[in-house]
């Protein structure tokens, strides 16, 4: 079982305003998400950008929106990052769970 995450596009621009989603999706051995988990994910992102928020879609989880941490809810999370401004490079976003293989991705700041 795994973490799959991917951008909602390779790159933004470097002016501190331009946000990229980022879906998490926890994965069996073949790739189809895991409906029924709720497993804990800790987010890390590589400069040149910030994290904004974390969300699960579940109305009755409270953990702040800037929360690294987060649980997946019906096999699904979302991180939203920014670069910095003026901060052109690689942003690589990374998700770790209990028992689950990392998940990466990598987004442009261009």
Known sequence: MGLRLKADR???AADGEDLSFIT?????????????G???VSFSIEEPAENVATDNG???DLTPFPSLERKVSSDLALAIVRARKGEA????MSA???GLQEGRVVVKSL
């Open 89 to 92: 490079g690689t942003i690589t």
């Open 24 to 36: 998490l999706e926890a994965v069996d051995t073949k790739g189809h998400g895991i409906r029924d």
């Open 58 to 60: 579940n109305l009755a």
């Open 38 to 40: 709720d497993n804990a």
């Open 10 to 12: 390779g790159g933004i």
């Open 96 to 98: 770790n769970g209990a």
